[in-house]
């Protein structure tokens, strides 16, 4: 059975509407024969996450020492290629690790699709002879991932001008569809 994993490295500061998004999206995965499983870093709901487990929602705990920079990557590589993940939707991780993992988890021939989640809209490079526009993290993830979730028209424009290809972005507000 396919296996899709919604990674967030912060943890949700509503709890509540975090959990009904998840068991929804656990929801509809299932009634498709896929499986699907909430990776969250280790926080003061804990023990709500492991009552998740209980009834019916995969969640795995990202131990606090794995929480950072190469330790993270190398566990979250760990993870897909342990796991076989079908589809990784990333959500609140740093551009650069993205790519590392996004490159090394290709490099050991593991076919999994990256879903890279923008909120922020950051800087227009309006000049289309600014080399910025061209060499920059997010056009390079934009080469890497499968596609990238936008939060709003604005954060799809910034993609644009920003050298990501329009069949790699769509928009979803608030990331939930």
């Known amino acids: 059975m396919p296996l899709v994993v919604y990674f967030s490295n912060l943890s949700p500061q509503k709890l509540d509407t975090a959990v009904g998004w998840q068991f929804s999206f656990a929801k509809k995965y299932k009634e498709c024969g896929i499986d699907y499983m909430w990776l969250v870093f280790s926080s003061r709901f804990d023990d ?3 009552a998740l487990k209980e009834q019916g929602l995969h969640v ?3 131990p606090p020492d794995s929480t950072r920079g190469f330790r993270l990557i190398s566990f979250l590589l760990r993870f897909i290629a342990e796991r076989k993940v079908d589809v990784l939707h990333m959500h609140f991780i740093n551009m650069w690790h993205a790519i590392i993992l996004i490159i090394l988890s290709k490099l050991l021939l593991r076919r999994t699709v990256f879903i890279y989640h ?3 809209p950051g800087r227009f490079i309006l000049n289309r002879l600014n080399i910025k526009k061209y060499i920059n993290p997010l056009s390079i993830l934009g080469l ?5 979730v936008c939060n709003s028209d604005s954060i799809v424009a910034n993609c644009h001008s920003r050298g990501v290809s329009r069949k790699k972005t769509f928009r979803i507000y608030n990331g939930v569809r």
């Open 118 to 120: 923008k909120r922020s």
């Open 60 to 62: 795995k705990i990202i």
């Open 48 to 50: 709500t996450f492991y």
């Open 144 to 148: 890497l991932v499968d596609k990238i």
